[in-house]
């Protein structure tokens, strides 16, 4: 799938803006505040119908009353798709058609995004993992999502109840039983798909990162269920204490994942270039399991990506990605260092104060 076309009108600080992108890699070099991330940001916004920094409205230039972005998207078939931003809400539309359920649209435009924000992946808390990897999973599996959904609703009812049983004193644990099974039943399917993720993205990202860190070092991506086994009965032995903390203290929810580089965890010793790469190689690698199991090849945005990579391994991310036939978009503020026989099949764009010319200057 690639973006053949963009138009954005009062999206951030673009009033204007048009932009034909190149098949392979496109590179929107400028200053800090000339507009890369914003631009970067509407293509994200075309693919999930919301911005992945602040509400809606604050996307809308200032002084103005709506934005608008559309995108010529190719992929088996061409498509128009339209987004309306206003203060009162949005309005989507693919070929002039409007969309009226928002889970209709999403996903038509598929996406993977490397964002600063990811950096805290590795080194943040267990929280930003989970939820990354689960955005990421969702990619591969919609029904992930939707299990995911279903297990925090059960889990809020359990907590609730935990709350109730614990204010009135109850000693009654009939509901408390038909929620702890619910809640064990969906933990289970949870557990497995993310087993079944990793499994499948081992290899492909052993094989990813030592492309991209240029060294025999090895990755090991490990998955840490805080429940595996005889979830239920683990559950249920937990009663006393989830009473106590009026939390549910065991399952998916609390789970993490480790990186190790070599013998190393990454979480404690992995410097911000050295995660920068775990990052990449984990957003390439999901790329080409996209490409194999869907047989649709998502569009890679990369915000600021070569800031703290070394020469290098910013060669060699711009070496992989001008080998394949992945399109991709990148922002930085210089192109520098990059050896010229890797940008072969790529587009440069010049961003200035929010205009955006092609070529370097
Ligand atoms: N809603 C908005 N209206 C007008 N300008 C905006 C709006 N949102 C952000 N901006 C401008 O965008 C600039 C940041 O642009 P950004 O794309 O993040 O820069 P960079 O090129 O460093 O990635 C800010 O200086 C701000 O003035
Ligand atoms: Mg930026």
Same mark, same amino acid.
């Given at each position: ?27 929107? &070099? ?5 507009? @890369?991330?914003?631009? %970067?940001?509407? /293509? +994200?916004?075309?693919? !999930? =119908?919301? *911005? ?111 709350? &109730? ?5 109850? @000693?009654?644990?009939? %509901?408390?039983? /038909? +929620?702890?099974?619910? !809640? =064990?039943? *969906? ?111 998502? &569009? ?62």
């Amino acid at each position: 799938m690639i973006i053949t076309n963009l138009s954005l009108t009062n999206y951030r600080g673009y009033k204007k803006c048009d932009v034909s992108f190149g098949k392979n890699v496109n590179f929107f &070099i400028g200053n800090n505040g000339s507009g @890369k991330t914003n631009l %970067l940001e509407a /293509i +994200y916004y075309l693919a !999930l =119908a919301k *911005s992945y920094k602040t509400a809606d409205s604050s996307t809308v230039k200032s002084e103005t009353e709506f934005a608008r972005i559309i995108a010529k998207i190719k992929s088996d078939k061409e498509f128009t798709s339209k987004i309306i931003i206003s203060k009162i809400g949005k309005k989507i539309s693919i070929n002039n058609q409007e969309i009226d359920k928002l889970s209709d649209y999403i996903g038509k435009v598929k996406i993977l995004a490397f964002l600063p924000e990811d950096m805290d992946l590795i080194k943040g808390v267990p929280k930003n993992r989970r939820y990354f990897i689960d955005m990421i999973i969702g990619q591969i599996d919609k029904n992930y999502l939707v299990e995911l959904g279903n297990y925090k609703n059960i889990l809020k009812q359990r907590n609730e109840l935990l709350k &109730i049983l614990v204010e009135n004193k109850s @000693k009654d644990y009939t %509901l408390l039983d /038909i +929620y702890t099974e619910q !809640l =064990a039943r *969906s933990a289970e399917i949870i557990i497995a798909i993310r087993k079944s993720f990793i499994d499948k993205v081992k290899i492909e990202l052993e094989q990813m990162y030592h492309y991209l860190a240029a060294n025999s070092k090895r990755i090991s991506f490990i998955y840490r269920p805080v429940i595996e086994n005889e979830i239920l009965s683990q559950l249920k032995q937990k009663y006393q204490k989830d009473l106590f903390m009026m939390t549910t203290n065991l399952g998916p929810h609390r789970d993490d994942y480790d990186f190790f580089i070599d013998e190393v965890n990454a979480k404690d010793f992995a410097s911000q270039g050295e995660q920068r790469v775990i990052i990449l190689a984990i957003i390439l690698s999901i790329a080409n399991i996209i490409i194999k199991e869907k047989n649709i090849k998502p &569009i890679l945005l990369f915000d600021d990506v070569f800031s703290e990579l070394d020469y290098l391994r910013q060669n060699q991310l711009v070496k992989y990605l001008n080998s394949t036939d992945i399109q991709s978009i990148i922002t930085t503020t210089n192109i520098k260092d990059i050896n010229t026989s890797f940008l072969n099949n790529s587009k440069t764009f010049n961003v200035k104060n929010h205009l955006i010319k092609e070529g370097k200057n």
